[in-house]
T-cell receptor, first 115, second 113 residues
Framework: KAGVTQTPRYLIKTRGQQVTLSCSPISGHRSVSWYQQTPGQGLQFLFEYFSETQRNKGNFPGRFSGRQFSNSRSEMNVSTLELGDSALYLC??????????????FGPGTRLLVL | AQSVAQPEDQVNVAEGNPLTVKCTYSVSGNPYLFWYVQYPNRGLQFLLKYITGDNLVKGSYGFEAEFNKSQTSFHLKKPSALVSDSALYFCAVRGAAGNKLTFGGGTRVLVKP
C-alpha cells in the first residue's frame, strides 16, 4: 500500500506570495492532518480534516487554510507569505478521525523557503 | 493542556550499547503515547504506541518503550544500538478526548561505530 504523498517536495517563494501544498493520504484513510516543523518551534499542529470538514485547528493565523476533497486528498494554502513561514510542512493521514489511539502516518513533507 | 518534554537534545551512544531516549508527558485523563523517528529530509516514521495494557510496548526496528504512569514517562529503548539508528526521535501524546497530537522537542541520537 502506498504511503502518504506530498507535492511538491521543495518550494521557494518570496514574501507576499501565496502557496498551495498538496497531500494524498494512504488509500482508505479519511483523516488528514497538517503540521509545521521549524527548528525554533518544533512540530506544531495546523489543522485536521475529516470527510471534507475541518475538525480541529491549531494556533495559526487565518493566512493558513486548508481543504479536503471527496477523495480525501487535502490541500493547504498559505497566503501573504512571511519569512517565518519557512518550514517543513508535514501531512499525516489516519483511517478515522485522529483521536485517542488512532495512529497518524506521515508523508515526506514539503520544504518551503520564503525569501 | 497537554505537553511533552524530551529533556535531552542529543544522546550519544556507541554501537552495540543500549540506547535510551527519555520522554515525560502531561495530559488530562488516560494518555495515548507515540514515538516517531525522523531521518534527514524525510517525514516522521511511526515506531510504536501505548494505548493500554502492558507497560512495555514493542515496536519497529527492535525498539521498545516503557510506560510509567506514576512518573508520567514513556522512555524509548533499544538493547543494542546500530549506526543506522542515528536520527531525530520524537515523543508525542494525545489525550483520550483530544484529537491533537502534541510533540516533544525531539532528541537527536548519534550512534558511533
Amino acid at each position: 500500500k502506498a504511503g502518504v504523498t506530498q507535492t511538491p517536495r521543495y518550494l521557494i517563494k518570496t514574501r507576499g506570495q501565496q502557496v498551495t501544498l498538496s497531500c494524498s493520504p494512504i488509500s482508505g484513510h479519511r483523516s488528514v492532518s497538517w503540521y509545521q516543523q521549524t527548528p525554533g518551534q518544533g512540530l506544531q499542529f495546523l489543522f485536521e480534516y475529516f470527510s471534507e470538514t475541518q475538525r480541529n485547528k491549531g494556533n495559526f493565523p487565518g493566512r493558513f487554510s486548508g481543504r479536503q476533497f471527496s477523495n480525501s486528498r487535502s490541500e493547504m494554502n498559505v497566503s501573504t507569505l512571511e519569512l517565518g513561514d519557512s518550514a517543513l510542512y508535514l501531512c499525516a493521514s489516519s483511517f478515522a478521525l485522529a483521536g485517542g489511539s488512532e495512529t497518524q502516518y506521515f508523508g515526506p513533507g514539503t520544504r518551503l523557503l520564503v525569501l | 493542556a497537554q505537553s511533552v518534554a524530551q529533556p535531552e537534545d542529543q544522546v550519544n551512544v556507541a554501537e552495540g550499547n543500549p540506547l535510551t531516549v527519555k520522554c515525560t508527558y502531561s495530559v488530562s485523563g488516560n494518555p495515548y503515547l507515540f514515538w516517531y523517528v525522523q531521518y534527514p529530509n524525510r517525514g516522521l516514521q511511526f515506531l510504536l504506541k501505548y494505548i493500554t495494557g502492558d507497560n512495555l510496548v514493542k515496536g519497529s526496528y527492535g525498539f521498545e518503550a516503557e510506560f510509567n504512569k506514576s512518573q508520567t514517562s514513556f522512555h524509548l529503548k533499544k538493547p543494542s544500538a546500530l549506526v543506522s539508528d542515528s536520527a531525530l526521535y520524537f515523543c508525542a501524546v494525545r489525550g483520550a478526548a483530544g484529537n491533537k497530537l502534541t510533540f516533544g522537542g525531539g532528541t537527536r541520537v548519534l550512534v558511533k561505530p
